[in-house]
């Protein structure tokens, strides 16, 4: 991890200027909101410590928070996404992959774990977001259909961005 600091704090910064700039302007009748920051939290190596883990994702939370004005909701939402990383981590990838300390991209995972794993962090973050947002069950099914529609989004975003970077998948 310290000898590709320069490579994560430029990911970083990029993720939230795209995620604050470009991405919380869109809006497609209130449903969808995107939220692709996260790619920073779910492309760090596997053998990244817990505590730098999680206070990297809290950085990346309140960094957006700062920006929205929203008080702790993204640093919230990435805290408990960083938090159950290593599960999810677990629940989709071979234990070799994972103590190899492999960065987990689509061309280490392959497409299928990479789906699995992207489909179920970006659906358990904009759970957490959407709900800790509304702080009501009152709209439930509304509140599950804005999650699911900006998690499908998101997640459409999250592959493109994979296939443009790691071209040479196999």
Do not use: W
Request: hydrophobic share 55%; with cysteine; aromatic share 16%.
């Amino acid at each position: 991890m310290i000898k590709d600091f320069g490579k994560y704090a430029i990911m970083f910064v990029v993720l939230v200027l795209v995620q604050v700039l470009i991405l919380n302007n869109i809006q497609f009748s209130g449903f969808v909101n995107p939220y692709v920051y996260i790619l920073f939290i779910l492309l760090l190596p596997f053998n990244i410590p817990g505590y730098l883990l999680l206070g990297l994702s809290f950085l990346l939370g309140i960094s957006i928070d700062i920006f929205n004005n929203t008080l702790g909701l993204h640093a919230g939402a990435t805290v408990l996404l960083g938090f159950l990383r290593p599960g999810i981590a677990n629940l989709i990838s071979s234990r070799e992959i994972i103590e190899k300390g492999n960065t987990p991209n689509m061309k280490q995972l392959g497409f299928a774990s990479f789906l699995k794993y992207i489909v179920i962090a970006v659906f358990i973050h904009h759970l957490f977001l959407f709900y800790a947002e509304a702080f009501s069950f009152g709209g439930f099914f509304h509140t599950l259909l804005r999650c699911v529609l900006s998690s499908i989004f998101s997640i459409v975003i999250i592959l493109a961005s994979q296939f443009i970077l790691f071209k040479n998948i196999q």
